[in-house]
Protein backbone atom coordinates (compact mmCIF):
# COMPACT_ATOMS: atom_id res chain seq x y z
CA UNK A 1 0.00 0.00 0.00
CA UNK A 2 1.45 3.23 -0.79
CA UNK A 3 0.00 6.68 0.72
CA UNK A 4 0.20 10.50 -0.22
CA UNK A 5 -0.33 13.08 2.54
CA UNK A 6 -1.93 16.28 1.30
CA UNK A 7 -0.62 18.92 3.67
CA UNK A 8 2.30 19.22 6.44
CA UNK A 9 1.07 20.93 9.16
CA UNK A 10 0.66 18.89 12.65
CA UNK A 11 -2.10 16.63 11.38
CA UNK A 12 -0.20 15.99 8.60
CA UNK A 13 3.00 15.26 9.89
CA UNK A 14 1.34 12.90 12.97
CA UNK A 15 -0.22 10.78 9.95
CA UNK A 16 3.57 10.48 8.48
CA UNK A 17 4.67 9.46 11.96
CA UNK A 18 2.31 6.92 12.44
CA UNK A 19 2.42 5.23 8.62
CA UNK A 20 6.30 5.40 8.89
CA UNK A 21 6.50 3.33 12.73
CA UNK A 22 3.94 0.48 11.07
CA UNK A 23 6.28 0.75 7.71
CA UNK A 24 3.73 1.94 5.26
CA UNK A 25 5.04 3.41 2.07
CA UNK A 26 4.12 7.13 1.90
CA UNK A 27 5.01 10.63 0.41
CA UNK A 28 3.85 13.67 2.00
CA UNK A 29 3.02 16.88 -0.36
CA UNK A 30 3.29 20.58 1.53
CA UNK A 31 2.06 23.80 -0.63
CA UNK A 32 4.19 26.11 1.68
CA UNK A 33 8.20 26.20 1.89
CA UNK A 34 8.19 24.15 4.97
CA UNK A 35 5.99 22.12 6.85
CA UNK A 36 4.38 23.41 10.26
CA UNK A 37 1.17 25.14 9.08
CA UNK A 38 0.13 27.45 11.73
CA UNK A 39 2.72 25.66 13.84
CA UNK A 40 5.49 27.01 12.44
CA UNK A 41 8.44 29.30 13.57
CA UNK A 42 9.87 32.03 12.24
CA UNK A 43 13.26 32.67 12.93
CA UNK A 44 14.84 35.84 12.93
CA UNK A 45 18.91 36.76 12.27
CA UNK A 46 19.25 38.50 15.15
CA UNK A 47 18.20 35.48 17.61
CA UNK A 48 14.25 35.82 17.85
CA UNK A 49 12.13 32.66 17.59
CA UNK A 50 8.74 34.06 16.43
CA UNK A 51 5.81 31.66 16.76
CA UNK A 52 3.60 31.76 13.55
CA UNK A 53 0.49 30.34 15.56
CA UNK A 54 0.10 27.74 18.48
CA UNK A 55 1.50 29.02 21.88
CA UNK A 56 1.64 25.94 24.24
CA UNK A 57 0.63 22.43 24.69
CA UNK A 58 -1.80 21.62 27.71
CA UNK A 59 -0.54 18.67 29.42
CA UNK A 60 -3.32 16.14 30.14
CA UNK A 61 -5.87 17.23 27.88
CA UNK A 62 -3.35 16.79 25.22
CA UNK A 63 -3.55 13.05 25.43
CA UNK A 64 -2.84 11.78 21.85
CA UNK A 65 0.28 14.66 21.23
CA UNK A 66 1.57 14.13 24.85
CA UNK A 67 1.49 9.89 24.20
CA UNK A 68 3.61 9.96 21.35
CA UNK A 69 6.15 12.44 22.74
CA UNK A 70 6.50 10.06 24.97
CA UNK A 71 6.68 7.47 22.57
CA UNK A 72 9.13 9.23 20.52
CA UNK A 73 11.22 9.97 23.33
CA UNK A 74 10.85 13.63 23.55
CA UNK A 75 8.38 14.29 26.53
CA UNK A 76 11.74 15.43 28.80
CA UNK A 77 12.56 18.24 26.25
CA UNK A 78 9.35 19.77 26.81
CA UNK A 79 9.78 23.20 28.66
CA UNK A 80 7.38 23.60 30.98
CA UNK A 81 5.62 27.08 32.40
CA UNK A 82 3.41 28.00 35.05
CA UNK A 83 1.95 30.98 32.81
CA UNK A 84 1.11 33.28 35.63
CA UNK A 85 -1.43 35.50 34.81
CA UNK A 86 -3.47 38.58 35.65
CA UNK A 87 -6.68 40.09 34.73
CA UNK A 88 -6.39 44.00 33.64
CA UNK A 89 -9.70 45.91 34.40
CA UNK A 90 -11.23 48.83 32.42
CA UNK A 91 -9.65 50.87 35.30
CA UNK A 92 -6.33 49.02 35.32
CA UNK A 93 -6.74 47.05 38.51
CA UNK A 94 -5.36 44.34 38.65
CA UNK A 95 -6.63 40.07 39.63
CA UNK A 96 -4.01 37.24 39.93
CA UNK A 97 -5.34 34.25 38.19
CA UNK A 98 -4.30 31.06 37.05
CA UNK A 99 -4.83 29.58 33.41
CA UNK A 100 -4.66 25.99 34.53
CA UNK A 101 -7.11 26.73 37.59
CA UNK A 102 -10.65 28.08 36.84
CA UNK A 103 -10.94 27.66 40.41
CA UNK A 104 -8.24 30.71 40.88
CA UNK A 105 -10.63 33.20 39.57
CA UNK A 106 -12.93 32.84 42.61
CA UNK A 107 -10.36 35.01 43.82
CA UNK A 108 -11.00 37.63 41.81
CA UNK A 109 -12.87 40.69 43.92
CA UNK A 110 -15.36 42.05 41.44
CA UNK A 111 -17.08 38.54 41.99
CA UNK A 112 -19.78 38.60 44.37
CA UNK A 113 -20.99 35.46 46.71
CA UNK A 114 -23.31 34.62 44.03
CA UNK A 115 -21.45 34.41 41.21
CA UNK A 116 -18.62 32.72 42.91
CA UNK A 117 -21.32 30.31 44.37
CA UNK A 118 -22.55 29.93 40.19
CA UNK A 119 -18.85 28.86 39.52
CA UNK A 120 -18.62 26.65 42.06
CA UNK A 121 -21.66 25.21 41.42
CA UNK A 122 -21.52 24.86 37.72
CA UNK A 123 -17.69 23.05 37.89
CA UNK A 124 -19.45 20.08 40.05
CA UNK A 125 -22.23 19.41 37.54
CA UNK A 126 -20.15 19.40 34.92
CA UNK A 127 -17.52 17.21 36.96
CA UNK A 128 -20.56 14.33 36.92
CA UNK A 129 -22.43 15.15 33.52
CA UNK A 130 -21.81 13.55 30.83
CA UNK A 131 -19.08 15.01 28.03
CA UNK A 132 -16.64 14.64 25.52
CA UNK A 133 -13.96 12.72 27.66
CA UNK A 134 -10.97 14.39 25.04
CA UNK A 135 -12.01 17.76 24.14
CA UNK A 136 -10.32 17.61 20.67
CA UNK A 137 -12.27 14.39 19.68
CA UNK A 138 -14.83 15.94 17.55
CA UNK A 139 -16.93 12.40 16.96
CA UNK A 140 -16.94 13.31 20.87
CA UNK A 141 -17.63 16.56 20.69
CA UNK A 142 -20.74 15.77 18.05
CA UNK A 143 -22.12 13.68 21.00
CA UNK A 144 -23.12 16.89 23.22
CA UNK A 145 -23.34 19.68 20.94
CA UNK A 146 -26.95 21.02 21.43
CA UNK A 147 -26.71 23.78 19.32
CA UNK A 148 -26.61 26.21 22.19
CA UNK A 149 -23.80 29.13 21.85
CA UNK A 150 -21.22 29.44 24.71
CA UNK A 151 -22.47 33.27 26.03
CA UNK A 152 -25.91 32.19 26.45
CA UNK A 153 -24.96 28.60 28.18
CA UNK A 154 -22.53 31.02 30.38
CA UNK A 155 -24.82 33.96 31.33
CA UNK A 156 -27.51 31.15 32.21
CA UNK A 157 -25.02 29.07 34.30
CA UNK A 158 -22.26 31.25 35.34
CA UNK A 159 -23.93 34.79 35.96
CA UNK A 160 -23.26 38.17 34.01
CA UNK A 161 -20.26 38.74 36.00
CA UNK A 162 -18.61 35.49 35.93
CA UNK A 163 -18.83 35.36 32.02
CA UNK A 164 -16.96 38.61 32.03
CA UNK A 165 -14.61 38.18 34.33
CA UNK A 166 -13.94 34.09 33.80
CA UNK A 167 -14.94 32.46 30.46
CA UNK A 168 -14.55 35.49 28.23
CA UNK A 169 -10.65 36.24 29.00
CA UNK A 170 -10.09 32.85 28.96
CA UNK A 171 -12.10 31.86 25.06
CA UNK A 172 -11.02 35.37 23.72
CA UNK A 173 -7.37 34.24 24.55
CA UNK A 174 -7.74 30.90 23.03
CA UNK A 175 -10.47 31.58 20.27
CA UNK A 176 -10.47 35.42 19.68
CA UNK A 177 -14.21 35.66 18.58
CA UNK A 178 -17.18 36.80 20.47
CA UNK A 179 -18.75 33.90 23.05
CA UNK A 180 -21.93 33.79 21.47
CA UNK A 181 -19.83 32.35 18.02
CA UNK A 182 -19.14 29.29 20.17
CA UNK A 183 -20.47 25.94 21.04
CA UNK A 184 -20.61 24.59 24.00
CA UNK A 185 -19.02 21.06 24.14
CA UNK A 186 -15.62 21.91 24.02
CA UNK A 187 -15.69 24.61 26.86
CA UNK A 188 -17.77 22.32 28.92
CA UNK A 189 -14.81 19.46 28.75
CA UNK A 190 -11.77 21.96 29.34
CA UNK A 191 -13.86 23.14 32.38
CA UNK A 192 -14.50 19.29 33.17
CA UNK A 193 -10.60 18.40 32.95
CA UNK A 194 -9.26 21.68 34.19
CA UNK A 195 -7.13 19.94 36.86
CA UNK A 196 -5.06 18.05 34.20
CA UNK A 197 -3.89 21.05 32.63
CA UNK A 198 -0.14 22.02 32.41
CA UNK A 199 1.56 24.01 30.07
CA UNK A 200 4.46 23.67 28.19
CA UNK A 201 6.26 24.15 24.81
CA UNK A 202 9.40 22.57 23.06
CA UNK A 203 13.00 24.53 23.55
CA UNK A 204 12.51 25.42 19.80
CA UNK A 205 8.99 26.25 19.80
CA UNK A 206 5.58 24.26 19.37
CA UNK A 207 6.87 23.90 15.16
CA UNK A 208 9.38 21.57 16.71
CA UNK A 209 6.89 18.66 17.07
CA UNK A 210 6.48 18.27 13.24
CA UNK A 211 10.29 18.21 12.76
CA UNK A 212 9.57 15.58 15.47
CA UNK A 213 7.24 13.54 13.73
CA UNK A 214 9.52 13.79 10.82
CA UNK A 215 12.83 12.92 12.20
CA UNK A 216 13.08 9.29 10.83
CA UNK A 217 11.08 9.98 7.31
CA UNK A 218 13.73 10.52 4.28
CA UNK A 219 13.74 13.77 2.64
CA UNK A 220 12.72 12.17 -0.67
CA UNK A 221 9.53 11.51 1.01
CA UNK A 222 8.58 15.03 1.93
CA UNK A 223 7.60 17.21 -0.98
CA UNK A 224 8.07 20.63 0.39
CA UNK A 225 6.75 24.03 -2.51
CA UNK A 226 4.36 21.61 -3.85
CA UNK A 227 0.75 22.26 -3.69
CA UNK A 228 -1.70 19.18 -4.87
CA UNK A 229 -3.47 20.64 -7.82
CA UNK A 230 -5.79 17.50 -8.79
CA UNK A 231 -7.22 14.02 -7.30
CA UNK A 232 -8.11 11.92 -10.09
CA UNK A 233 -9.24 7.99 -9.77
CA UNK A 234 -7.62 5.74 -12.35
CA UNK A 235 -9.48 2.58 -11.12
CA UNK A 236 -8.28 1.72 -8.23
CA UNK A 237 -5.83 3.92 -7.67
CA UNK A 238 -5.78 7.86 -7.03
CA UNK A 239 -3.54 9.87 -9.32
CA UNK A 240 -2.17 13.25 -7.48
CA UNK A 241 -1.35 16.32 -9.98
CA UNK A 242 1.10 18.85 -9.13
CA UNK A 243 3.17 21.27 -10.33
CA UNK A 244 6.10 19.61 -12.33
CA UNK A 245 4.43 15.56 -12.42
CA UNK A 246 1.90 13.23 -10.42
CA UNK A 247 1.80 9.75 -8.71
CA UNK A 248 -0.33 7.02 -8.38
CA UNK A 249 -0.99 5.81 -4.86
CA UNK A 250 -3.51 3.51 -3.23
CA UNK A 251 -4.82 5.71 -0.70
CA UNK A 252 -5.07 9.22 0.46
CA UNK A 253 -4.77 11.38 3.25
CA UNK A 254 -6.02 14.88 3.34
CA UNK A 255 -4.75 17.09 6.17
CA UNK A 256 -5.21 20.15 4.45
CA UNK A 257 -7.90 23.07 5.46
CA UNK A 258 -11.59 21.85 5.30
CA UNK A 259 -12.49 24.47 1.91
CA UNK A 260 -9.37 23.16 0.04
CA UNK A 261 -9.94 19.70 0.87
CA UNK A 262 -13.48 20.50 -0.01
CA UNK A 263 -12.14 21.21 -3.63
CA UNK A 264 -9.57 18.55 -4.13
CA UNK A 265 -12.53 16.09 -3.42
CA UNK A 266 -15.58 18.10 -5.17
CA UNK A 267 -16.13 14.95 -8.39
CA UNK A 268 -15.79 12.94 -5.78
CA UNK A 269 -17.74 13.29 -3.12
CA UNK A 270 -21.61 14.41 -2.51
CA UNK A 271 -23.19 17.41 -3.05
CA UNK A 272 -23.93 17.13 0.62
CA UNK A 273 -20.30 16.42 1.47
CA UNK A 274 -18.96 19.03 0.05
CA UNK A 275 -21.01 22.06 1.29
CA UNK A 276 -20.53 20.52 5.24
CA UNK A 277 -16.71 21.13 4.53
CA UNK A 278 -17.31 24.24 2.76
CA UNK A 279 -19.69 25.62 5.47
CA UNK A 280 -16.43 25.40 8.35
CA UNK A 281 -16.18 28.63 9.29
CA UNK A 282 -13.43 30.21 9.24
CA UNK A 283 -12.55 33.45 10.87
CA UNK A 284 -9.88 36.43 10.61
CA UNK A 285 -7.36 36.07 12.97
CA UNK A 286 -3.97 38.75 14.00
CA UNK A 287 -0.97 38.78 16.59
CA UNK A 288 1.26 40.63 16.60
CA UNK A 289 5.30 40.38 17.81
CA UNK A 290 6.78 43.03 19.79
CA UNK A 291 10.58 42.47 20.35
CA UNK A 292 12.48 44.38 22.61
CA UNK A 293 16.98 43.85 22.90
CA UNK A 294 16.73 44.77 26.51
CA UNK A 295 14.17 43.52 28.68
CA UNK A 296 11.69 46.47 29.92
CA UNK A 297 9.97 44.78 32.10
CA UNK A 298 12.45 42.10 34.46
CA UNK A 299 10.49 41.90 37.64
CA UNK A 300 7.05 41.86 36.12
CA UNK A 301 5.10 39.47 38.32
CA UNK A 302 2.88 37.85 35.79
CA UNK A 303 3.72 36.58 32.03
CA UNK A 304 0.24 37.10 30.87
CA UNK A 305 -2.24 39.82 30.73
CA UNK A 306 -6.21 39.09 29.96
CA UNK A 307 -8.39 42.68 29.54
CA UNK A 308 -11.49 41.85 31.11
CA UNK A 309 -14.45 44.84 32.08
CA UNK A 310 -18.27 44.28 31.74
CA UNK A 311 -19.69 44.34 28.09
CA UNK A 312 -18.23 46.30 24.71
CA UNK A 313 -15.40 45.21 22.59
CA UNK A 314 -12.05 44.92 23.25
CA UNK A 315 -8.90 44.79 20.69
CA UNK A 316 -6.63 42.55 22.19
CA UNK A 317 -7.72 39.27 24.27
CA UNK A 318 -4.03 38.36 25.50
CA UNK A 319 -0.38 40.10 25.73
CA UNK A 320 2.63 37.06 26.50
CA UNK A 321 5.73 37.78 27.48
CA UNK A 322 7.02 34.97 25.47
CA UNK A 323 10.89 35.41 26.92
CA UNK A 324 9.10 34.28 30.36
CA UNK A 325 7.26 31.28 28.06
CA UNK A 326 10.20 29.96 26.23
CA UNK A 327 13.25 31.41 27.45
CA UNK A 328 15.18 30.07 24.33
CA UNK A 329 12.76 32.34 22.39
CA UNK A 330 15.03 35.41 22.65
CA UNK A 331 18.41 36.56 23.19
CA UNK A 332 20.09 36.99 26.12
CA UNK A 333 18.06 39.94 28.15
CA UNK A 334 16.06 40.70 25.64
CA UNK A 335 11.89 40.12 26.01
CA UNK A 336 9.26 39.66 23.32
CA UNK A 337 5.70 40.43 23.83
CA UNK A 338 2.67 38.37 21.96
CA UNK A 339 0.24 40.84 21.24
CA UNK A 340 -2.97 38.41 20.68
CA UNK A 341 -5.91 40.60 19.01
CA UNK A 342 -9.55 39.56 18.69
CA UNK A 343 -11.46 39.04 15.89
CA UNK A 344 -14.16 41.50 15.49
CA UNK A 345 -12.54 45.11 15.10
CA UNK A 346 -10.05 43.73 12.99
CA UNK A 347 -12.77 44.50 10.00
CA UNK A 348 -11.94 48.21 10.52
CA UNK A 349 -7.79 48.15 11.41
CA UNK A 350 -5.24 48.14 8.78
CA UNK A 351 -1.90 46.40 9.11
CA UNK A 352 -0.34 49.94 10.67
CA UNK A 353 -3.65 50.32 13.10
CA UNK A 354 -3.13 47.05 14.29
CA UNK A 355 0.82 46.82 14.53
CA UNK A 356 0.23 50.93 16.70
CA UNK A 357 -2.47 49.66 18.84
CA UNK A 358 -0.14 46.37 19.76
CA UNK A 359 2.69 48.71 20.98
CA UNK A 360 -0.08 51.07 23.08
CA UNK A 361 -1.20 48.05 24.80
CA UNK A 362 1.63 46.70 25.62
CA UNK A 363 2.60 49.98 27.82
CA UNK A 364 -1.01 49.44 29.31
CA UNK A 365 -0.23 46.39 30.30
CA UNK A 366 3.16 45.96 31.39
CA UNK A 367 4.42 49.52 31.20
CA UNK A 368 5.41 52.66 29.57
CA UNK A 369 8.98 50.86 27.57
CA UNK A 370 11.60 52.00 25.10
CA UNK A 371 10.85 51.81 21.41
CA UNK A 372 10.48 47.88 20.42
CA UNK A 373 13.67 46.90 18.21
CA UNK A 374 10.86 45.43 15.83
CA UNK A 375 7.09 44.78 15.56
CA UNK A 376 6.17 41.96 13.50
CA UNK A 377 2.35 41.20 12.14
CA UNK A 378 0.91 38.18 11.89
CA UNK A 379 -2.42 38.40 9.86
CA UNK A 380 -4.40 35.64 8.62
CA UNK A 381 -7.77 36.07 6.48
CA UNK A 382 -8.60 32.68 7.32
CA UNK A 383 -6.74 31.58 10.32
CA UNK A 384 -8.89 29.75 12.88
CA UNK A 385 -11.48 27.41 12.73
CA UNK A 386 -14.37 28.33 14.64
CA UNK A 387 -17.06 25.60 16.22
CA UNK A 388 -20.32 27.52 15.56
CA UNK A 389 -23.22 25.91 17.32
CA UNK A 390 -24.03 22.46 15.38
CA UNK A 391 -19.96 22.58 14.05
CA UNK A 392 -19.12 19.45 15.13
CA UNK A 393 -22.33 17.55 14.18
CA UNK A 394 -22.39 18.82 10.77
CA UNK A 395 -18.52 17.85 10.14
CA UNK A 396 -18.37 14.67 12.00
CA UNK A 397 -21.09 13.39 9.55
CA UNK A 398 -18.45 13.78 6.85
CA UNK A 399 -16.23 10.83 7.83
CA UNK A 400 -18.99 8.62 6.36
CA UNK A 401 -19.71 10.36 3.25
CA UNK A 402 -16.05 9.97 1.97
CA UNK A 403 -14.58 7.46 -0.12
CA UNK A 404 -12.93 4.33 1.70
CA UNK A 405 -9.66 5.10 0.74
CA UNK A 406 -9.85 8.87 1.75
CA UNK A 407 -9.22 10.26 5.39
CA UNK A 408 -9.91 13.96 6.37
CA UNK A 409 -7.72 15.37 9.20
CA UNK A 410 -7.55 18.54 10.77
CA UNK A 411 -8.12 20.75 13.66
CA UNK A 412 -11.47 21.94 11.95
CA UNK A 413 -13.12 18.83 13.13
CA UNK A 414 -12.72 19.68 16.68
CA UNK A 415 -11.66 22.84 18.11
CA UNK A 416 -8.23 25.00 17.01
CA UNK A 417 -5.48 23.48 18.79
CA UNK A 418 -2.09 21.39 18.09
CA UNK A 419 -3.99 18.17 20.13
CA UNK A 420 -6.88 18.43 17.53
CA UNK A 421 -4.55 18.10 14.53
CA UNK A 422 -2.15 15.52 15.98
CA UNK A 423 -5.33 13.39 17.23
CA UNK A 424 -7.16 13.33 13.72
CA UNK A 425 -4.36 13.27 11.83
CA UNK A 426 -2.84 9.54 13.68
CA UNK A 427 -6.68 8.74 13.50
CA UNK A 428 -6.63 9.00 9.52
CA UNK A 429 -3.21 6.81 9.47
CA UNK A 430 -5.00 4.35 11.65
CA UNK A 431 -8.00 4.09 9.27
CA UNK A 432 -6.40 3.94 6.35
CA UNK A 433 -4.83 0.54 8.22
CA UNK A 434 -7.92 -0.64 9.11
CA UNK A 435 -9.11 -0.54 5.77
CA UNK A 436 -5.85 -2.49 4.60
CA UNK A 437 -6.23 -5.17 7.20
CA UNK A 438 -9.91 -6.10 6.20
CA UNK A 439 -8.72 -6.11 2.69
CA UNK A 440 -6.58 -8.93 3.76
Known amino acids: MKVAIIGGGPAGCAAAYTLQKNKIDFELFEAAEKVGGRTK ?30 EMGRKKQLVPWAGASELMDEDHSRYPVRLDSFFSFLKVPTLGLRDKLNIIGTGL ?9 NPFDGSQLAEYDSGENLENWSRANLGDKAFEYVMRPIMDFLYAVPSRE ?32 LENVSSEKIHVSTPVEKLTLEGQLWRLAYAGGSILVDKV ?43 PW ?53 DDDIKEEAVKQVDAAFGQAQKPSFVHLFRYKKGLTIAKPG ?3 MLDKVHSLLPESIELAGDYFSQAGVEAAVHSGERAAKNLLLHRAREF
Not at 41 to 68: K, V
Not at 125 to 133: D, I, K, M, Y
Request: hydrophobic share 40%; proline share 7%; aromatic share 8%.
Open 41 to 70: QLHRDDGYNLGTGALFLMGGIYPRTMALLS
Open 125 to 133: RLLVSPGAR
Open 182 to 213: LSTPFPKALMKQGRKISLSSPEGGIGQINEWF
Open 253 to 295: IIATEAYIAAELLKEHVSDDAYDRLMSTHYTEYAHVAVGYDKD
Open 298 to 350: PDYPTDIVLPVGEGGVRNVGAMVLHGRRLPASVPNGAQMVGVYFNTPPLKDMS
Open 391 to 393: HYK
